[in-house]
């Protein structure tokens, strides 16, 4: 089991920028790889973006590339996820997860609130 806490979330402007991170802990020896997925009111979760545990590769949702930027530190087992330009439509609560022992994502955070105003 690998625990997840998230930090870093708040109430901004459009044009703002944020900087989520996840701090892993636990079985943390077989991560194969850590994202962000969010969830808006009424809607059903989304993936944001993921990060390979082991080599760094990334991958985005089309609605944030360019925008968002996700990173490791592994020696901290630490995932963030740097948020530019944010949108009112970025208005979510987002969570990180972690893919332990898979390539399913089987551990979640419980999540910080981003609120952007127009």
């Known amino acids: 089991q690998v625990q997840l806490v998230e930090s870093g979330g708040g109430l901004v402007q459009a044009g703002d920028s944020l900087r989520l991170s996840c701090a892993a802990s636990g079985r943390t020896f077989n991560l194969y790889a850590m994202g962000w997925f969010r969830q808006a009111p009424g809607k059903e979760r989304e993936f944001v973006a993921t990060i390979r545990w082991s080599g760094g590769s990334t991958s985005y949702a089309s609605s944030v590339k360019g925008r968002f930027t996700i990173s490791r530190d592994n020696a901290k087992n630490t995932v963030h996820l740097q948020m530019n330009s944010l949108k009112p439509e970025d208005t979510a609560v987002y969570s990180c997860?972690?893919?332990?022992?898979?390539?399913?994502?089987?551990?979640w955070g419980q999540g910080t609130r981003v609120t952007v105003s127009s």
């Open positions: 997860a972690a893919a332990a022992g898979g390539i399913a994502y089987n551990n």
